[in-house]
């Protein structure tokens, strides 16, 4: 196998706070990056990005083709708030929502993929109501998603109920649908002690896109680190993972995740992990060099 360079994105949180997109894929690309994620969390001001006008959706539009520099994919983590397998009747019909809206924004401004959280819920209890209700609510955004050809990918969390690739697979069968595909966090797969090369090796055909990050792993008396991690200092064997994908033939993107609120140069940090990414990759034999 030829090795080529391979796409890198970086998330939004990674960046520091901006007054307009333009400026965001500006900066992600004069540090060297191929595109950006965006994040619509349980935050009031990302969730109205849902709302957007058709200006507003215009402008974003326009703004990746004056940069050159896609938003392929959305994370929707908005979900902790209003998770789909809550107690309350509100709270899933505002999740449901959501997933209109999200899907709906997707199609207008020319998002991709859009990341979803494996939460059946997250600030109330889990229970078999929560994740039966979950699993119906996966099988219906699956045909939303089937409808308007936008990609569903299952992030692997920081959350037993999708801590691996190998427990995203019962929802696939369930949902049977060439758009719903998942979306491993290494850091996260790492934590929770699975077997890393297995899991992706094993499901490289599932892949929607991966993401980068380091973590520490879970204990019997220590819940992990799943965010805040520098590179190099977790659990996370980068190597082994670009050898794995390399030997599985992943042709796929990757996604630096990242967050810089505590860095006095974000930007500097940003540019860091890229290149150190980039030097793991090549010991790994995805690329021929750094």
């Known amino acids: 196998m030829v090795s080529v360079m391979p796409r890198i994105g970086i998330y939004e949180k990674a960046m520091p706070r901006f007054d307009s997109w333009k400026d965001a894929l500006m900066t992600a690309k004069a540090a060297g990056y191929d595109y950006v994620e965006m994040s619509i969390d349980e935050s009031d001001a990302r969730l109205a990005r849902l709302d ?53 924004l997707a199609v207008d401004i020319g998002v991709r993929t859009i990341q979803l959280a494996g939460y059946d819920v997250y600030y109330e209890p889990s229970t078999q109501a929560t994740r039966e209700r979950f699993a119906e609510a996966m099988e219906w955004a699956c045909g939303l998603a089937s409808k308007a050809q936008v990609m569903l990918a299952m992030e692997v969390m920081d959350y037993p109920l999708m801590n691996s690739i190998s427990r995203w697979k019962p929802y696939a069968e369930l949902c049977k649908s060439p758009w719903f595909c998942v979306y491993p966090d290494v850091g996260n797969l790492s934590a929770w002690w699975n077997d890393v090369a297995a899991e992706l090796s094993g499901n490289i055909d599932k892949i929607a896109a991966i993401h980068l990050k380091d973590t520490l792993a879970v204990g019997p008396d220590f819940p992990g680190k799943f965010r805040d991690v520098p590179f190099g200092s977790g659990c996370v064997d980068f190597t082994l993972v670009f050898r794995t994908l390399y030997m599985a033939g992943y042709k796929g993107s990757f996604l630096i995740e990242m967050w810089t609120e505590k860095a006095q140069d974000p930007i500097a940090e940003i540019v860091k992990a890229r290149e150190w990414m980039l030097q793991k990759m090549a010991e790994g034999g995805l690329i021929d060099h750094a």
């Open 52 to 104: 957007w006008s058709m200006r507003q959706r215009l402008d974003f539009h326009a703004a990746t083709l004056e940069t050159g520099v896609p938003v392929p994919s959305i994370c929707l983590s908005g979900h902790r708030k209003f998770p789909l397998g809550s107690e309350q009747a509100a709270v899933r019909e505002r999740g449901r929502a959501m997933m209109e809206e999200a899907i709906q």
